[in-house]
């Protein structure tokens, strides 16, 4: 079994002691392979050395690419590359071939002895050892069988890593959005018809999203949006339903890892039959269709359409009963306090014609009072006794003589009647 | 969306929210509170609905010279 590179395989042996050939002839061997073939029709008569001769011929079996069928019977994986041995079904043909490191890196799919694949590539004579291979660019699976094998080891593998069992919740209110698929096709406008107009920014990756060139493509998609635009809220990956043999691109462990690795979270929403691709397995969020991604991307927004007309419903109804509660207890209190006021009215109005009675009562008696008074005072008016024939004797200095000891024989009296006066002198004085 | 804008749709329903908790946490609501809170929510139901509207959504394809720029 060859152990080189395939650096090693193409690598030039040097082959400096081969003196046979001109020196012109030599520098043809390594000009385009056009120019090659027309120098060895204008000089038949040239002789390679082995190595040359190698060389050459190497050059020609490069000059195209060829696919080769068969059943892998023998499988090697190495550090310095992939060695295997196809072999017909049917027949007894037998290749080798060999795989160089990083592209059975790339291949990103489990073999093993069995599967019937395509190899893509073209052959090689390693020169130190005048081997023949096939050196295989890329390799395809061929045959439900393989591809279910394939499915098989890669599942298990990865399963076991724990690769399905990390999923990130996606963020609320979700705005930007991008989304990895074939910009044709209906799979973009069923996720777009399904997003309900909310603003979203959606950014679109074109893709192959089957072919051996998808997973690449795939892959530069989910680290382009996690390089360039690594505020996105969520990646969506979609596709339409296909067999298995179509979906190789989601069952690619490069692109699953891919998918484990984004930063931003990942919805995978492609179609599919009886086997779950594996990307979908590894995403964060898992849909069967591109109209589900879309709904998973409204329900983002659900906090706000679902709970906001529960929560005003819920305020009102709240505020509602307590404002009936409140305006009851006021009515209440009114009636209340009218009937407290009515009381007092009605207390007030019992007081007042008490005063009133009161007062007029009081007032009559001292009217009655009055009027007594004014009968004393009218009973002692000297005027009044003057009229009835009374009078009052003045002595001197005008002093109203109440006793006959006041005056002696010769004093001047003044007398006042009713009507008129008269002055007199006394001529006798009767003590008694 | 920015995360401020965000915070700000998630921050008033988380007011909103609590505004329901208060209602719900009453055994005697006071109306004068009450009412201050009722126009507080309204405020916020107010903003809210505003974000609710329809809005239409904007697609942009990526460029190809990003992907050749990143190969």
């Not at chain 1, 009102?316 to 009636?335: K, R």
Request: aromatic share 8%; glycine share 8%.
């Amino acid at each position: 079994m060859q152990k080189d590179t395939q650096q090693g395989l193409f690598a030039d042996s040097g082959e400096k002691g081969n003196t046979k050939i001109k020196k012109s002839s030599k520098k043809k061997i390594v000009t385009p392979k056009a120019e090659v073939a027309e120098s060895v029709s204008e000089t038949p008569e040239m002789i390679f050395s082995v190595g040359e001769f190698l060389d050459y011929i190497n050059e020609v079996f490069r000059a195209r690419e060829y696919t080769v069928e068969g059943e892998i019977t023998e499988c090697n994986p190495h550090p310095t590359g992939l060695y295997f041995t196809l072999k017909d079904k049917k027949g007894d043909g037998v290749l080798s071939c060999y795989m160089n490191p990083y592209a059975y890196r790339m291949l990103g799919v489990p073999l093993e002895v069995g599967m019937l694949v395509k190899a893509i590539g073209a052959p090689n004579i390693y020169k130190p050892k005048g081997r023949f291979s096939f050196v295989a660019r890329k390799i395809e699976l061929s045959g439900e069988g393989s591809l279910r094998k394939a499915y098989e080891l890669l599942k298990k593998k990865l399963e076991a890593e724990g690769l399905f069992t990390r999923k990130r919740p996606l963020p609320e209110f979700i705005g930007s959005v991008g989304v990895i698929t074939s910009k044709t096709g209906a799979v973009i406008d069923d996720f777009r018809k399904n997003l309900k107009p909310l603003g979203f920014k959606v950014f679109l990756h074109d893709v192959r999203v089957e072919g051996a060139s998808a997973p690449n493509q795939i892959i530069h998609a989910l680290r382009s949006f996690n390089k360039k635009m690594p505020d996105l809220d969520v990646i969506v990956l979609i596709r339409g339903g296909g067999s298995l043999e179509d979906m190789q691109a989601f069952n690619n462990e490069l692109v699953v890892r891919e998918i484990f690795a984004s930063q931003i979270p990942v919805i995978a929403g492609i179609g599919h039959d009886r086997d779950v691709p594996i990307a979908s397995l590894t995403a964060d969020r898992m849909t069967s269709t591109p109209s589900f991604s879309a709904a998973i991307v409204n329900e983002s927004w659900d906090r706000l359409f679902k709970n906001l007309p529960l929560m005003e419903g819920t305020i009102l109804e709240f505020y509602g009963v307590a404002l009936t509660d409140a305006i009851h207890t006021v009515e209440n209190a009114s009636a209340h306090l009218a009937g407290v006021f009515q009381s007092i009215a009605g207390r007030y109005e019992r007081s007042v014609k008490d005063i009133v009675r009161f007062f007029d009562s009081a007032l009559e008696r001292a009217e009655e009072r009055l009027r007594r008074a004014a009968q004393l005072l009218t009973a002692l008016d000297p005027e009044r006794n003057l009229k009835l024939g009374y009078s009052i004797v003045f002595g001197e200095g005008g002093r109203v003589v109440r006793s006959a000891d006041e005056l002696k024989r010769g004093s001047r009296i003044r007398a006042r009647f009713g009507k008129g006066s008269l002055e007199a002198i006394v001529e006798k004085v009767q003590e008694k | 969306m920015t995360d401020n804008k965000k915070e700000n749709i998630s921050g008033k329903l988380g007011k909103l929210e609590e505004i329901v908790e208060w209602f719900e946490s009453q055994k005697e609501i006071d109306v004068e509170k009450g009412l201050l809170k009722v126009k507080e929510g309204a405020a916020l139901i107010k903003d809210l609905r505003k974000r609710m509207q329809i809005v239409q959504n904007e697609f942009q394809e990526i460029k190809k010279e990003i992907e050749e720029e990143e190969e």
